[in-house]
T-cell receptor, first 115, second 114 residues
Framework: NAGVTQTPKFQVLKTGQSMTLQCAQD?????MSWYRQDPGMGLRLIHY???????DQGEVPNGYNVSRSTTEDFPLRLLSAAPSQTSVYFC??????????????FGEGSRLTVL | QQPVQSPQAVILREGEDAVINCSSS?????VHWYRQKHGEAPVFLMI?????EQKGHEKISASFNEKKQQSSLYLTASQLSYSGTYFC???????????????FGKGTHLIIQP
């Protein structure tokens, strides 16, 4: 079982560039989400999706876009990278209908540096 | 609002016990616990649901006081493999600023020494 797969694992961008972090899960989970983790801050929710075609904003959505065209994939787009977006990004999925009652399965993370 | 975890860090000798606390200022439906080792993804430990249901690993124990919006994670007879950062994640009527996601605390760093 692959679980939740994120690519790339490492990326360096220049300010103003755009890129997409990929996330795919093979567990047929309806719920998927993106978190960012900064030192001493814990994990903060960026965007989430409760099924194909349905997305919504989390706690820190500015500067990021998402789409959910299939159950398996949930890409995160950085529109115009800023140094404040330097972080480790985690994609997570859950078999429950939402985040509250089920275990979150995390990908291995994508470490992004914006210069 | 982020739940508050305490202590921020703890150092134990192998075999000793530890308690990690998580406190929220808001009503909660559930509390989740995860452990993260350096450079790795968080790994699920336990969910405690309003009403008393728990799901998780048999060797981990925790409590959830719904009225006080508090949870505690109990690590007994600690092993070297328990080292890492422990996060509580809370879920309630307004988690994540109204979004459907967990609100995580800043973490508790646990170091187990031989």
């Amino acid at each position: 079982n692959a679980g939740v797969t994120q690519t790339p694992k490492f990326q360096v961008l220049k300010t103003g560039q755009s890129m997409t972090l990929q996330c795919a899960q093979d567990m047929n989970h309806e719920y998927m989400s993106w978190y960012r983790q900064d030192p001493g801050m814990g994990l903060r929710l960026i965007h989430y999706s409760v099924g194909a075609g349905i997305t919504d904003q989390g706690e820190v959505p500015n500067g990021y876009n998402v789409s959910r065209s299939t159950t398996e994939d949930f890409p995160l787009r950085l529109l115009s990278a800023a140094p404040s977006q330097t972080s480790v990004y985690f994609c997570a999925s859950s078999s429950s209908g939402g985040a509250g009652t089920g275990e979150l399965f995390f990908g291995e993370g994508s470490r992004l540096t914006v210069l | 609002q982020q739940p508050v975890q305490s202590p921020q860090a703890v150092i134990l000798r192998e075999g000793e016990d530890a308690v990690i606390n998580c406190s929220s200022s808001k009503a909660l439906y559930s509390v989740h616990w995860y452990r993260q080792k350096h450079g790795e993804a968080p790994v699920f430990l336990m969910i405690l649901l309003k009403g008393g249901e728990q799901k998780g690993h048999e060797k981990i124990s925790a409590s959830f006081n719904e009225k006080k919006q508090q949870s505690s994670l109990y690590l007994t007879a600690s092993q070297l493999s328990y080292s890492g950062t422990y996060f509580c994640g809370t879920y309630g009527p307004s988690s994540g600023g109204g979004a459907d996601g967990l609100t995580f605390g800043k973490g508790t760093h646990l170091i187990i020494q031989p």
